[in-house]
T-cell receptor, first 114, second 112 residues
Framework: EDKVVQSPLSLVVHEGDTVTLNCSYE??????LLWYKQEKKAPTFLFML????IEKKSGRLSSILDKKELFSILNITATQTGDSAVYLC??????????????FGSGTRLLVRP | DGGITQSPKYLFRKEGQNVTLSCEQNLNHDAMYWYRQDPGQGLRLIYYSQIVNDFQKGDIAEGYSVSREKKESFPLTVTSAQKNPTAFYLCASSDDRVGEQYFGPGTRLTVT
């Protein structure tokens, strides 16, 4: 059965700290790994990764994928209170009937204290 | 403004009643999706549609129904057959079936 596991489940840090969120997966026919940030409502898209070893960066956020070891990390440097959210990892894979689906992890809840 | 809208934001229903959640997008996306989110769990796929007048069951379709008569709209009906309907429902769309999905603000449904 396909699965996506995120760790830690929750994390409390102080402003200015650097955090690393982890996402490991076991899926058949992997196509991509996506990171989303969910504050109170809609998850907002952060990154989509398809190739191993190529870092994607947006401001203080960066992410990298390791397709050999089947995991990805999301780094946030110089955290701010506005980074407080649930971070979701999702893996896209093709099924036997050629349909394509995202499988989501249960998320990491990050709280950044002032 | 391009985006995905869902209505209503909060919905309360009595057990045994069907209820329809609205999802509209003006992004000109072909694919649309419905997910359910429960506390402490990841999003689970209910139904998806890759093109108008076509849709497929996701992982937890029992007790739900959908239609896709227009490209912009993908309403979800939660029927009385759904055993545990109280949840946060998220609609998403994507430009192509393997692209990133963009989410609406969600509808929180409470059934008592």
């Amino acid at each position: 059965e396909d699965k996506v596991v995120q760790s830690p489940l929750s994390l409390v840090v102080h402003e200015g700290d650097t955090v690393t969120l982890n996402c490991s997966y076991e899926v058949t026919n992997f196509r991509s790994l996506l990171w989303y940030k969910q504050e109170k409502k809609a998850p907002t898209f952060l990154f989509m990764l398809t190739s191993s070893g190529i870092e994607k960066k947006s401001g203080r956020l960066s992410s990298i994928l390791d397709k050999k070891e089947l995991f990805s990390i999301l780094n946030i440097t110089a955290t701010q209170t506005g980074d407080s959210a649930v971070y979701l990892c999702a893996v896209g894979s093709f099924k036997m009937d050629s349909s394509y689906k995202l499988i989501f992890g249960s998320g990491t809840r990050l709280l950044v204290r002032p | 403004d391009g985006g995905i809208t869902q209505s209503p934001k909060y919905l309360f229903r009595k057990e045994g009643q069907n209820v329809t959640l609205s999802c509209e997008q003006n992004l000109n996306h072909d694919a649309m999706y419905w997910y359910r989110q429960d506390p402490g769990q990841g999003l689970r796929l209910i139904y998806y549609s890759q093109i108008v007048n076509d849709f497929q069951k996701g992982d937890i379709a029992e007790g739900y129904s959908v239609s896709r008569e227009k490209k912009e709209s993908f309403p979800l009906t939660v029927t009385s057959a759904q055993k545990n309907p109280t949840a946060f429902y998220l609609c998403a769309s994507s430009d192509d079936r393997v692209g990133e999905q963009y989410f609406g603000p969600g509808t929180r449904l409470t059934v008592t």
